[in-house]
C-alpha cells in the first residue's frame, strides 16, 4: 500500500524564490508554481502583472505526511518571506505578491489558524497573511518553473 501524498498551496511573494525553500525539504515530492485565488480563467504571467486578476503568485507543494508535516511546512512558509507586508515582498508589490495560505481540507486550516496565531504573538499582531480555501491553481509558463535551479541562482533576493 502507497503513501497518500498531500497538496499544500501557497503565496508568499515572488513565487521563484518561495518554490527553492519547499524543493529542499525532505518530503517534499514536488513543487510547482503558479497563479491561485483570482477571477479570470488561465491566466498569463504577463494578466497577472497587470494587478488585476486577483491571482497571487503560488507554489503548490506535494508531499509526503510520512516525511514532513503540514506544520513543517507552515513554517517555512513563515520564513521564507515578510508576513506583515501587505501585498509587497521587498521591492515586488501588487497583490499577486501578497502573502496567503491556501488550504486544502479542514485539517490545514486549523493548523494555519494556529500558525497565524502564534505568528501574531511574535510580531504583535501585525501578521497580514490570509487563510482561505484552496481555488483553483493554474501552473505558469514552463520557463518560471524551478526557475532558480535553470539559471544557476541559490536566492533570487538582492
Known sequence: M?????????????????????????GVKSTQVGYSGGEMPNPTYEDVCT???????????????????????????????????????????????????FYHDRKQKIAAEKSRQQQQKKTKGRIATEIVAAQPFYRAEEYHQQYLEKKGLSTCHI
Do not use: M
Open 2 to 26: 502507497g503513501t497518500e501524498l498531500e497538496k499544500a498551496t501557497f503565496a508568499a511573494g515572488c513565487f521563484w524564490g518561495v518554490e527553492a525553500e519547499f524543493r529542499q525539504i525532505k
Open 51 to 101: 494587478d488585476t486578476t486577483g491571482h497571487a503568485e503560488s507554489v503548490e507543494i506535494t508531499f509526503d505526511p510520512k516525511k514532513v508535516s503540514y506544520e513543517k511546512l507552515l513554517e517555512v512558509f513563515w520564513n521564507s518571506h515578510d508576513p506583515t507586508q501587505v501585498n509587497k515582498q521587498g521591492p515586488d508589490v501588487g497583490t499577486q505578491y501578497r502573502s496567503v495560505i
